[in-house]
């Protein structure tokens, strides 16, 4: 993977050949995948260069990357009765999945963009740090990002930032944040689902 640092350090003690592939630049590949996670279009790209190596046609690559099967609830695209665009990506939560959620509306073009999010309870000592990162990464999204509970709010704040783009809401009442969430929603809104949401945000959702 040509950007991932870890993999670059790792190719530069190999005395063989390497062929890289990358997210970031234009590709047919890329173009044609049914799959809109970047967990999951990394891996499907990376099988899809080495059939490129093997001497596998690329019309029939590309065929393949086309019906990739998609995993619900798993960056899963679905639509609102309104025509919102829905991405849900509630089946489990990991401070990369969040990430990649939060890359992924930063990449989408449209200017209403939504993240409703819940935090990561199960990460134990590792919880602040990682959540100081969330918040971070949501410092520079240009969303309305709606935070299911308290659990890590002051890590998420500080890393947040005195001035984030994101404008952040915070609740504990599920049905409350899941109006404020919905609120003005059209044909140009994207609404991403992060994390295990409590079933009534999620029904109101989709």
């Given amino acids: 993977h040509n950007e991932d640092e870890v993999s670059g350090k790792r190719a530069k003690n190999l005395k063989k050949k390497i062929v890289w592939y990358s997210l970031q630049k234009p590709s047919p590949f890329l173009e044609h995948m049914s799959v809109i996670g970047n967990g999951q279009r990394s891996s499907a790209l990376a099988a899809a260069t080495v059939a490129t190596v093997l001497g596998v046609p690329e019309q029939k690559i ?15 695209q679905k639509r609102h009765t309104s025509g919102a665009r829905v991405i849900d990506d509630s089946y489990s939560a990991s401070e990369a999945s969040v990430i990649n959620a939060i890359e992924y509306l930063k990449e989408s073009s449209g200017k209403d963009k939504r993240l409703i999010l819940v ?44 001035s984030p783009q994101a404008t952040i809401m915070w609740g504990n009442d599920a049905k409350l944040l899941a109006q404020e969430a919905m609120k003005n929603i059209t044909l140009d809104t994207i609404i991403l689902l992060e994390g295990r949401l409590p079933a009534l945000i999620r029904n109101a959702v989709l």
């Avoid at 590309?62 to 899963?76: A, K, W």
């Fill in 62 to 76: 590309i065929t393949r990357l086309s019906t990739l099967p998609v995993i619900p609830r798993t960056m899963e």
């Fill in 119 to 162: 935090p990561i309870i199960e990460l134990g000592k590792q919880g602040p740090v990682a959540h100081e990162r969330i918040g971070k990464a949501l410092a520079s999204l240009h969303a309305h990002v709606c935070i299911y509970g308290n659990a890590y709010k002051q890590d998420i704040q500080k890393g947040l930032g005195k």
